[in-house]
């Protein structure tokens, strides 16, 4: 057995007296593609910000490599090689495409104590990585706001690739798009894991899930309740599992109660 | 496709309305004065324009981070004191220059300190600070005027180098340092995506805070700077000092282009700003308006520029959010 990229043990998140993920245990593995699945409020949003450093679990361990780690910003996290494409993109719509791609990390060089930009090294570096998404924009200098939800994912991912991330999630990456961008975003999902990326997805489309996963897991009401390798269940188990329809999950929901 | 904001000194259709709008001024106003043309008044609106250059080029960075500070006129007037008592104690003219900046780099620390480390919103914490500072700056001058101060930094500042006052040198380096520090390192693109939405820029790793509190510090500076530039020119300090320069700060940079939402700034529209503003003030005094009119005129540009572009950049912000989700 290899030791999987992160290991997520015991995971619980309060917000007050909410308690929006509760004991949590989560295997990724680089190479694949998992979904996380799960209703509106179900948690996955909460999880994922988790793995991503932008808020503390209130109980559990992350393990990274087998090591235990402990992140207190986006930045401890990128720095062991998770990339986070939130729901919300985090992009800024008035800087241009290598500006974002870079935000954070710049490229710098010192000059007399002064950390001057290298920005011709930037925008060759942005330029490769368009090229290698095969994400149609030509131009680096462009603002982010003048760009289709689809090219933004697509800034987004490289932002992600330029930090040599290990793991990438997305949170609902294609909620937005047009039936096109979507197979864009999707492909782009399966290349990243063809490079050995983890890819953690959050995405509400069954039809998506079944073309890019390899496994799922269901969240609802702050627990994961199921976890399934594509090859052994269909699309109807997942929704009768996101629905609590399933026995699995009424037996569950019965002994918790 | 739309370029980014980071553009400072590209000249973009506000930069050239605003030249329009200068000459077109100028032009009405030498119509209606015969002083208005002459070499004395140009002089006089050079020198009613260099500390709201300097204060205006802070309040750039701080309206281009979605930040406001209220207090700046009455942190000129701390400044100014400082300045005026290093002159008495017969420092340097030299080192005089550097106590306004020191000073009001304190000073926006202090600033900083409070907006920033305290999480109160930039207008309600500096509106607090311009009590205190007010209080203090009536402690210090105790009713009465610091007049009658030694010459040596008006000379100091009118001298010239290959025939350029050192006070123009001045505030084109300062243009230039900011400058360089927004296009050039990663200042520009922070200071900017914490204007644009401070949470982005946060999980994308800006340093929030720092740039936040560095802000405050630069500003504070600069309007220090402003303050060695006050005393020069009018070798005294009296109670009211500052009491406009937020205002018109304010109203010069939204005039130049600068959004007060936040995210986006031009440095060139801001001194453009500033001349236009300082040429108004001066015409309508010309044409026997009282100063005491000049904060309605100046508050009255300030709201026409918002009243016109926030139903536009609201515009903007609800289609972005809408092409987002
Ligand atoms: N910052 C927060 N403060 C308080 N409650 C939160 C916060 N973020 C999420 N929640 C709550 O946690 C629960 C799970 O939310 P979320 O993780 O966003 O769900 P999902 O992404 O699965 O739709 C919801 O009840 C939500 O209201
Ligand atoms: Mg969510």
Known sequence: MTVPFLRATGITKRFGALTALRDVDLDINGGEVLALLGDNGAGKSTFIKILAGAHPQSDGELLVEGQPVEFSSPKDAASSGIATIFQELALSENLSISENVFLGRELKRSVLGIPFLRRKAMRERVDGLLHELDAHISDPEAAVGSLSGGQRQAVAICRALNLNAKLVIMDEPTAALAVAETRKVLELTRRLAGRGCAVVLISHNIADVFEVADRMVVFRRGRKVAERRKEDTTPEEIVSLITGAHPDVRALEQNNR | ?325
């Open chain 2, 1 to 325: 496709m739309r370029q980014s904001s980071l553009r400072f000194v590209a000249i973009g259709g506000r930069e050239w309305a605003l030249l329009g709008a200068v000459i077109l001024a100028s032009i009405v106003f030498s119509v209606a004065s015969p002083y208005f043309v002459t070499a004395g008044n140009a002089g006089t609106i050079v020198r009613n324009s260099t500390e709201l250059m300097l204060a205006g080029l802070g309040m750039t960075l701080l309206l281009a981070m979605g930040s406001i500070d209220v207090s700046i006129g009455i942190l000129m007037g701390l400044a100014a004191i400082a300045v005026a008592h290093a002159l008495l104690a017969s420092v340097a003219p030299a080192l005089a220059l550097l106590v306004g900046p020191l000073t009001g780099a304190g000073l926006g620390l202090l600033t900083a300190l409070v907006v920033v480390r305290g999480r109160v919103p930039a207008i309600v914490g500096t509106l607090g600070l311009l009590g205190v500072y007010r209080m203090g700056v009536f402690a210090l001058l105790g009713g009465q005027w610091l007049s009658g101060l030694p010459a040596g930094l008006t000379e100091l500042l009118s001298s010239t180098i290959l025939g350029i006052p050192l006070s123009v040198l001045v505030i084109g380096l300062a243009y230039l340092a900011v400058w360089l520090a927004l296009r050039r390192t990663p200042y520009g693109p922070h200071l900017l995506s914490i204007g644009n939405a401070e949470e982005k820029a946060r999980l994308s790793g800006v340093p929030v805070t720092k740039v936040r509190i560095a802000t405050f510090v630069i500003s504070g500076a600069l309007t220090g700077l402003a303050a060695s530039f006050y005393v020069a020119s009018y070798r005294n300090v009296e109670m009211a000092i500052g009491s406009t320069l937020a205002l018109d700060a304010i109203a010069a940079v939204v005039l130049g282009g600068t959004s007060i939402m936040g995210g986006r700034c031009s440095l060139l529209g801001t001194a453009l700003g500033v001349v236009l503003l300082r040429i108004l003030q001066n015409g309508l005094l010309l044409m026997g308006v009282p100063s005491l009119w000049q904060p309605v005129v100046t508050g009255a540009l300030l709201i026409s520029v918002l009243a016109l572009e926030l139903p536009v950049s609201r515009l903007g912000d609800m289609k972005e959010k809408w092409m987002q989700r």
